[in-house]
C-alpha cells in the first residue's frame, strides 16, 4: 500500500511539473504563476514524498530510489536558483536564456519522475 502512495506521488509530482514546463514555455511569461506552481512542486515533494520512508517500502531498488530522490531534491534547489536569476533578468535575450535553462530543468526532473514511476511499475 505504501509503495502505490508513494507512486500516484511521483505521478502528481510529474503532473504539476507538465503544468509548471507549460507556463515556462508560453509566449507570455507570468512569473507570478510559474513561482506559485513551483512551491507548490516544492511542497508536494516535501511533505508527500520526503516524509516517506525508503525503507519502509517493500521494494528491492531502495538505493536507486534514494539516489534518484536526492537528484531531485537537488535539481528542484537548483530550478529555484534559476528562477531567482529569470525574475532578475532585464533584458529579452537574458530572459530567453534563463527561461531556457528553467526548461532544461523542469526536463530532468521530469524524467527523474518517470524514470521512478517506471521502475516501481516494474516491481
Excluded: P, W
Excluded at 62 to 87: D, V
Excluded at 99 to 112: N, R
Aim: some cysteine.
Amino acid at each position: 500500500m505504501l509503495l502505490k502512495f508513494y507512486h500516484q506521488s511521483y505521478e502528481e509530482l510529474v503532473i504539476k511539473l507538465l503544468e509548471l514546463q507549460k507556463l515556462v514555455i508560453a509566449e507570455d511569461t507570468d512569473m507570478i504563476a510559474i513561482t506559485t506552481v513551483y512551491e507548490q512542486i516544492q511542497t508536494m515533494f516535501q511533505e508527500q514524498i520526503l516524509t516517506v520512508r525508503l525503507d519502509e517500502l517493500d521494494c528491492s531498488a531502495i538505493s536507486l530510489l534514494r539516489s534518484a530522490q536526492t537528484e531531485i531534491y537537488k535539481n528542484l534547489r537548483l530550478l529555484g536558483t534559476e528562477l531567482l536569476f529569470l525574475r532578475s533578468a532585464r533584458q529579452g535575450k537574458t530572459t530567453k536564456e534563463r527561461l531556457e535553462k528553467v526548461q532544461g530543468k523542469v526536463e530532468e526532473l521530469i524524467g527523474y519522475c518517470r524514470a521512478i514511476i517506471s521502475h516501481q511499475a516494474q516491481d
